[in-house]
């Protein structure tokens, strides 16, 4: 027995409430498998009047029917209004007054039809079925089947989409790294396992934890590259706990993956093996636990032209394994070429500057005195006016009576010495 909801609503997630084998048959209509429910509901009258009683409580509007077969139930709820119920070996007299539209047939065999002067169900169903094919091939056929509500076929279930997320309650609270890692473990390896045998791998890990104090202590950690080593990201787990703690005992555990293609990739014949890189990506977690979050990384230049400026990027370590650059080395300069090299202080050293007529005289800084032999500025540079952190300063190249030449400028915080020329 099957049973077909057609109106407004949401008719998929009512259907599922009756039965797991449901198909989406278009946009206001679903078709269930309603085998089993007589058990619980009784007869046909009363298995659609528990739907409807269902569907009124939701707010759906929907007309109901159960057929023996989908096709001959989908035809009667679209085309009669109420709950019916087409009885089983009368399914053509149940029909056979819709309109032949109900059956979707193209516009040249409708055409046809028409001309023929056969415009319902009943008047399909009365024709010899050799003729049909004959004449009309196989989709007069298929729609001869359908009029006579003899057609047969299995539903096309609802395919949710695969989840990859696991979750644990405690009995009692955890409030240590070492007992919460065998549950990571547990998980991970549970996910990594449902992964692999879907031929897929992660970009991604998710972790939630329930705290005691109902909050929930939530991190992502987003792989240079789609991976599938459990024991690899229960490292990675590791090193960002330790370096961002709950605040307080853990209740529950949350874990949920991305599930992606892995990327293949292919070594070189005359390139150096590179490291794999989740384990690249545990190294610089590591770098990161010691030296701290915004210290590692690929430096980048930002869209401003104040001097020095650069933020640290993420690295992009899955991307600089896949693809090594191949450009060649740089080809020596000529032994006669003489070129200055200019050796930034990081941070610019505070300086005392004595000016004399506008212009620097003596500099004493850290490391470096003396008096200004020969000077050349200064160039005026300014920036980033519109923002809250302005910038603007004189800079002057000098030489000075130690024996060195040097950059120094002058901001609103006063005289610095920003590196040296070698």
């Known amino acids: 027995m099957f049973a077909c909801l057609h109106g407004t609503g949401n008719l998929a997630a009512l259907a599922l409430e009756f039965s797991p084998v449901v198909e989406q048959t278009g946009p206001q209509t679903v ?14 009258h009363d298995v659609a009047a528990a739907i409807a009683r269902r569907a009124g409580e939701t707010g759906a509007r929907v007309r109901i029917a159960l057929a023996s077969n989908p096709d001959a139930a989908i035809c009667a709820a679209r085309g009669f209004a109420g709950i019916n119920i087409v009885p089983h070996g009368d399914e053509a007299k149940f029909l056979g007054e819709l309109p032949l539209e109900q059956l979707d047939p193209s516009s040249a065999l409708l055409e046809t039809l028409e001309r023929w002067g056969i ?45 990859y997320e696991d979750e644990i309650e405690l009995e009692y609270p955890v409030d240590l790294l070492e007992p919460l890692s065998f549950l ?58 330790a370096a961002h703690p709950p605040a307080r005992a853990i209740i529950a555990v949350w874990l949920g993956m991305n599930p992606v293609k892995p990327r293949p990739a292919q070594g070189g014949l005359f390139l150096p093996a590179a490291p794999e890189p989740v384990k690249l990506e545990i190294t610089l977690a590591r770098i990161r636990a010691i030296v701290g979050e915004g210290n590692v990384g690929s430096p980048e ?15 992009l370590v899955g991307h600089a394994l896949a693809c090594p650059s191949r450009n060649p080395p740089p080809t020596a ?28 005289r003596f500099v004493a800084a850290e490391g470096v005195r003396g008096e200004v032999l020969q000077l050349a500025g200064p160039w005026r540079t300014s920036g980033d006016w519109w923002t809250p952190d302005p910038w603007s300063r004189d800079e002057w190249d000098i030489a000075l009576s130690d024996g060195a030449l040097y950059r120094i400028y002058c901001n609103p915080r006063g005289w610095f010495v920003e590196g040296s020329y070698d």
């Open 31 to 44: 078709t269930l498998d309603a085998s089993g429910l007589d058990r619980l509901f009784g007869l046909p």
């Open 119 to 163: 415009r319902r169900f009943r008047e399909l169903a009365a024709l010899p079925p050799l003729g049909i094919a004959e004449r009309l091939g196989p989709e007069g056929l298929r729609l001869r089947e359908l009029a006579r509500g003899e057609a047969e076929r299995k539903l096309r279930p609802i395919e949710e989409p695969a989840r």
């Open 184 to 241: 990571l473990a547990r998980l991970l390896n549970g996910l990594c396992t449902r992964l692999a045998t879907r031929a897929l791998a992660t970009d991604e890990l998710r972790l939630r934890l329930q705290l005691e104090n109902r909050a929930a202590h939530e991190r992502t950690l987003r792989l240079p590259a789609p991976a599938l080593d459990s024991k690899s990201f229960l490292k990675l787990l590791q090193l960002d706990l």
């Open 301 to 315: 230049l930002p869209d401003t032209h104040r001097p020095g400026a650069f933020r640290m990027a993420e690295a």
């Open 333 to 360: 300069r000529g032994a006669g070429a003489c070129r200055l090299a200019f050796r930034v202080f990081r941070p610019a050293r505070a300086a005392r500057v004595r000016i004399d007529s506008g212009r620097p």
